[in-house]
């Protein structure tokens, strides 16, 4: 099994026709992901900021990346249980880094940030752990 990279995954889900070297390096990402493969869990937060804030993706469009990569079946999401839950928490309007950190904190009885947005939208959707906005 080999881990994959950001720009692997990038390659392989967005095809940039205005990017030559995106285009030569497509056939390879391709290849890279007919093997059994390994995604971590910070490639996915990079490989996120690299569809919204590079290729200005819409959410609905990264969702469906997301789970089109999770149903690969020969490929490994590291934390799989708690990206499928991060990606819901997109669907639902949080930023994805910030329903991953929520969905990887699980096991905490809280969740504390001085993120305004972040608490108010977590609350409106009764997420666990709970958020607490510090002042």
Excluded: C
């Amino acid at each position: 099994m080999r881990a994959l990279d950001t720009n692997v995954l990038a390659r392989f889900f967005v095809d940039d026709a205005d990017d030559a070297q995106a285009a030569k390096q497509r056939p390879a990402a391709i290849a890279a992901l007919a093997e059994r493969s390994f995604v971590s869990v910070t490639v996915l937060l990079e490989l996120e900021w690299v569809m919204r804030g590079f290729y200005e993706l819409p959410t609905k469009d990264i969702s469906r990346v997301f789970l089109a990569l999770a149903s690969i079946g020969h490929v490994t999401l590291e934390d799989r249980d708690a990206v499928l839950v991060a990606v819901d928490g997109l669907g639902k309007g949080l930023d994805f880094a910030d329903a991953l950190h929520l969905a990887r904190s699980s096991r905490a009885y809280g969740f504390v940030t001085f993120d305004r947005r972040l608490a108010r939208r977590a609350k409106g959707l009764a997420l666990a752990p709970p958020v607490e906005l510090l002042s």
